[in-house]
């Protein structure tokens, strides 16, 4: 009787993993859907971060006046899909920028549309609507996408941009262009409909009033009298070995714990690849970002939860100040394969290295 190859029962169980996982995550996909992140994940809801009263000790967004005061404007950064905030280029950037603010309207602009006319707008804050309700000009809203009109904003050499929603009082936006090479790294950031208008007035601009007109189709941009602040810590503490780069704040988290957790992820990958040499197991290197606490994880990534895991981007989790006595923790998915062909090998079933 013919007997399957080694490389066939791994095949044929890759085709059945893979089978169950993706079926497996569409069915936790609908049902996370239909439920928002706040019911199922662990971490403050959204709403939190727009409280006046919250104090946010690495970041800070305030309108001023030369003349020195200042107001405090509650925000979250726009997350782009490096797993990070607009300007901070996967934690290797600090934003600290200082600059008058440009009042835009939608932040669209075209050839018979254009909301930056007769405004400069370089190395200054623009201020815009997303999804303003302009009956007028209601075609040409929805077919701009948020990430044209950010694009549009860079080309323009802004110094930020401050998005604003009509609709929802708490924004939690993605910019969800895939191509990493092409995401602006400039800082991005949304404010609820209260903190605008505060802006607006700051101004001696009535918000009711040009609200109305704009509905209408009369609208013109402004430049403000007031300024705007905006700080983020984005530039973390790093280790590197040749199997791991770990990411962190070391103001809250020590570089010995780091050190610890590595030498632990380490001899655990050391431990593998010898134990199963033959079978020529490969080990991508891994990107992890720790947070001491889930405030700060979902204000970097938006993402609730303790862990999240992606081939593509990394790891990113809570780190409670434990050291764990095991080997490597269950979200470092994107080495499944070398768990897979231990499991296969641990089952009787050995593997060699292919010819």
């Known amino acids: 009787m013919k007997t399957k190859s080694n490389d066939c029962r791994i095949a044929e169980f890759t085709k059945k993993y893979t089978y ?28 939190y971060y727009y409280y006046s009263e919250v104090e946010l000790p690495w970041a800070s967004c305030n309108i001023y006046f030369d003349g020195g005061s200042q107001m405090k404007i509650p925000f979250l950064p726009v997350i782009c899909y490096k797993m990070a905030p607009m300007g901070t280029d996967k934690y290797s950037r600090d934003i600290n920028v200082s600059a008058p603010v440009v009042f835009i309207g939608n932040g669209i602009s075209g050839e018979d549309y254009d909301c930056y006319k007769d405004q400069d707008v370089k190395d200054k804050f623009v201020l815009f609507f997303y999804d303003f309700p302009d009956t007028v000009h209601a075609d040409l809203e929805a077919g701009t996408s948020l990430v044209e009109r950010i694009d549009d904003a860079f080309q323009k050499h ?10 929802d009082p708490n924004p939690f936006l993605v910019y969800d262009k895939l191509d ?23 101004s001696r601009i009535k918000p009711d009033e040009m609200f109305e007109k704009w509905k209408k189709g009369e609208f013109t941009s402004r430049a403000l009298i007031s300024k705007m602040s905006l700080k983020m810590e984005g530039d973390f503490d790093r280790i590197e070995t040749n199997d791991f780069e770990f990411c962190f704040r070391g103001d809250y988290i020590s570089r010995d714990e780091m050190e610890e957790i590595i030498k632990v992820n ?33 204000f970097y990534t938006h993402h609730w939860g303790r862990g999240l895991s992606s081939a593509r981007l990394g790891n990113f989790y809570v780190h409670d100040g434990e050291i764990p006595d095991y080997g490597l923790d269950s979200w470092k998915r994107e080495n499944w394969y070398i768990w897979m062909k231990c499991w296969i090998s641990i089952s009787g079933q050995v593997i060699n290295r292919p010819e």
């Open 266 to 298: 380490q001899e655990s990958v050391d431990f593998i690849l010898e134990l199963f040499k033959e079978a020529g197991l490969e080990w991508k290197k891994i990107f992890s970002c720790y947070f001491r606490d889930y405030d700060v994880k979902l």
């Open 20 to 47: 169950l996982r993706g079926l497996y995550a569409s069915i936790l996909f609908m049902i996370l859907s239909i439920l928002p992140g706040e019911l199922y994940g662990q971490g403050p809801g959204k709403a």
């Open 158 to 167: 802004v110094a930020g941009i401050v998005l604003i929603s009509w609709e």
């Open 180 to 202: 990493f090479d092409s995401i602006p790294e400039i800082p991005v950031i949304t404010i609820n409909m209260q903190a605008a208008e505060k802006i607006l007035m700051s």
